[in-house]
């Protein structure tokens, strides 16, 4: 059974001078306790899609099921199923961190001692703060009494809005990792982010750009599909080694990734002599050029430029 079913939803904001489409034609599904993956920049659509799934908004057209509940007919059923936790920190920032928690399970009719074994893993870490404001907490510590309040009343689907943004690097992983610990309790987890990295944590992902899906499947697969060989080059002047990059003609795309360009090149048969002639004629020192294979973000750039 798949717990989460969207057929053809399609959305749009603005007025008839200005339409702008949020979500354009959008259909997957997700299995029962899968941890899937809406990936895509700011604007692509993730949080329409989010509020129209958790009967936040209304689509122009098209279906969608939670748990096999319709999201118009059933959206009291849905909103009893499901845990939300936006992307801006929703909670009350003058209640502490314990009387944000009793809030959220008195309005389901449960109690934090009740589910506590489903918040434990999470909630041990802010506990030592929980008289203190949830305004006063760091981003981190935020998180994860976003994440406690949306567990309190042990929904079936979880859903996810950009988690992770604005928290550091080792908050990031904690959370992942507290994802992971729920995924094994059976809960199904529907997340969305714009790090590329984090499609690599996800059982399936959806790519989206401008509200459309441009590729649904395991990480893994997408990036066995990306076609042609990727070359990482780096040089003393990386700006001017840009610029010289994309002007080479036989360059299909090229693109920053960390300390290196990654280099797509319409050739597939180029050699590496071939384009290290080209640096040296452009007077380019210290070149480094290898081999590499693509990530998730090399495959997401790939399928915007074929679409």
């Known amino acids: 059974m798949n717990a989460i079913a969207v057929n053809n939803i399609f959305k749009t904001y603005g007025t008839k001078k200005e339409i702008i489409t949020a979500l354009n034609d959008i259909s997957f599904d997700v299995k029962q306790g899968e941890l899937f993956g809406i990936i895509g920049p700011d604007g692509a659509g993730k949080t329409s899609l989010f509020r129209i799934l958790t009967t936040l908004l209304l689509a122009e057209s098209g279906t969608a099921t939670v748990d096999e509940y319709d999201i118009v007919k059933d959206y009291k059923q849905i909103r009893n199923r499901v845990g939300y936790m936006p992307g801006k920190f929703s909670l009350y920032q003058d209640l502490s961190v314990e009387e944000n928690l009793e809030f959220f399970a ?17 909630y041990v870490q802010i506990e030592p703060f929980k008289k203190r404001r949830a305004g006063k907490l760091s981003g981190g510590m935020k998180q994860k009494l976003a994440l ?5 009343h042990k929904p079936s689907v979880l859903f996810l809005d950009e988690p992770t943004t604005g928290v550091d690097a080792v908050s990031r992983k904690e959370f992942w990792d507290m994802l992971k610990n729920l995924k094994k309790q059976g809960i199904t987890i529907l997340v969305s982010t714009p790090y590329m990295d984090e499609a690599a944590l996800c059982d399936r992902v959806a790519l989206i750009q401008s509200g459309k899906i441009m590729s649904i499947d395991t990480p893994e697969n997408i990036v066995a599909a990306f076609k042609g060989q990727l070359w990482a080059v780096r040089s003393a002047d990386m700006y001017r080694l840009l610029k010289d990059l994309k002007n080479y ?59």
């Open 148 to 152: 406690c309040c949306a567990l309190i």
């Open 249 to 307: 003609s036989n360059t299909k795309s090229c693109n920053s990734f960390g300390e290196f360009h990654h280099l797509l090149l319409k050739n597939n048969d180029t050699s590496e002599k071939e384009i290290l002639d080209y640096l040296h004629e452009h007077q380019h020192k210290d070149v480094e050029l290898k081999k590499t294979q693509p990530n998730i973000e090399d495959c997401f750039m790939q399928l915007m430029s074929n679409n």
């Open 106 to 122: 008195t309005i389901f009719g449960t109690s934090i001692e009740e589910n506590y074994d489903l918040i434990k893993e999470i």
